[in-house]
């Protein structure tokens, strides 16, 4: 199987010397994300990534390791809002770990899942459900700022 | 009390139903009926708002007219342009003829409120058709309790200029865009 069918609906990202270039192998109708010149932070990604492919149905993993030959590496937008995120939010220590997960929502827009992975907890307290909820809002602020993607919180306990 | 509070009453009593082993029924509906709660809280001041008080049914037609999915357009399209604002940009969704009558930035108890719309609208797409997930009782707590404070935040702008256009929208957006 060739790397473009293995991939088939899937962004390629390149990275050249000055930045990286998306390759899109479908078409699939649905915007690209955009990304402000000016984030409301210290990162720049437009100076890194720029977009020239459509979103991919499902999840959206970068992971380009057999791409047509160019010097590869890989960069997962995920990781990518992940490390944002987690460089301008401070969690509340109920949340042992974060989740990512890029698609598309029930309108079909594009979209991001932001889990939060807490302790099972039957009686949350309000100050509990309140530190969430103070984390969640900055997290929406932070995505809406860097990514056309719509923002949204998921709880998940273990 | 009105519809939406009785709503948002049965959405707290559903998420803190069975204290030791939630029923993911109870808190799938508590998730679902928070999202409806916040639902008729809009389309109940935006028909009042947007109708006279004669005849009395006509506001109630008027309240049938609201959709769902055009509501959550209008909500992600105010946040974006209010973001985009704050960066003094301009974003698309919102047409020239609104845009000039908002007030940017937006006040954050309207932002709440439409992020809350949209979470919440997405939350119960989830509770009520993707059976591949399990509902916790910390997630619908937290669902019930964001559309408890949109409630609030609702309370402290709905007579505001902006809300007044954001309710307009919430109706006409899709003619004014023609």
């Known amino acids: 199987m060739k790397a473009a069918d293995e991939n088939f609906g899937q962004p390629r990202f390149h990275i050249h010397q000055k930045g990286g270039r998306l390759i899109h192998v479908n078409d699939n109708q649905v915007p690209p994300p955009t990304i402000p010149q000016e984030a409301n932070n210290v990162l720049d990604i437009s100076a890194k990534v720029e977009y020239t492919g459509s979103l991919p149905l499902s999840m959206i993993d970068y992971d380009v390791s057999q791409t047509q030959g160019s010097p590869v590496a890989s960069i997962d937008e995920a990781e990518l809002l992940h490390d944002i995120v987690c460089e301008h939010v401070r969690f509340p220590e109920d949340v042992r770990r974060l989740e990512f997960r890029l698609g598309e929502d029930s309108t079909g827009a594009p979209a991001v899942w932001i889990v939060f992975v807490a302790h099972d907890d039957l009686k949350p307290s309000k100050s509990k459900i309140a530190s969430l909820q103070r984390a969640a809002d900055e997290v929406r602020s932070i995505v809406h700022s860097v990514s056309d993607r719509w923002p949204y919180i998921e709880i998940a306990t273990e | ?178």
């Open chain 2, 1 to 178: 009390l009105a519809l939406h509070h009785d709503l948002l009453e049965q959405a707290e009593h559903l998420a803190a139903r069975e204290p030791k082993k939630p029923k993911q029924a109870s808190l799938r509906r508590a998730v679902s009926t928070a999202y409806y709660a916040l639902f008729h809280l809009l389309i109940a001041d935006g028909a009042r708002l947007l109708s006279p008080t004669q005849p009395t049914g006509l506001s109630l037609l008027i309240r049938s007219a609201f959709g769902h999915v055009e509501m959550r357009n209008v909500c992600k399209h105010f946040v974006q342009a209010n973001v985009a604002a704050v960066h003094g940009k301009r974003s698309d969704g919102i047409s020239d003829g609104a845009r000039a009558l908002l007030a940017f930035p937006l006040e954050p108890a309207l932002v709440k409120v439409l992020e809350a719309f949209v979470e919440l609208q997405e939350a119960r797409h989830q509770a009520d058709y993707d059976l591949t997930k399990t509902l916790n009782r910390l997630a619908a707590e937290t669902y019930v309790t964001a559309a408890r404070e949109a409630f609030a935040s609702w309370q402290t702008i709905r007579r505001t200029s902006n809300t007044a256009v954001f309710v307009a929208a919430l109706l006409l957006q899709r003619q004014w865009r023609r």
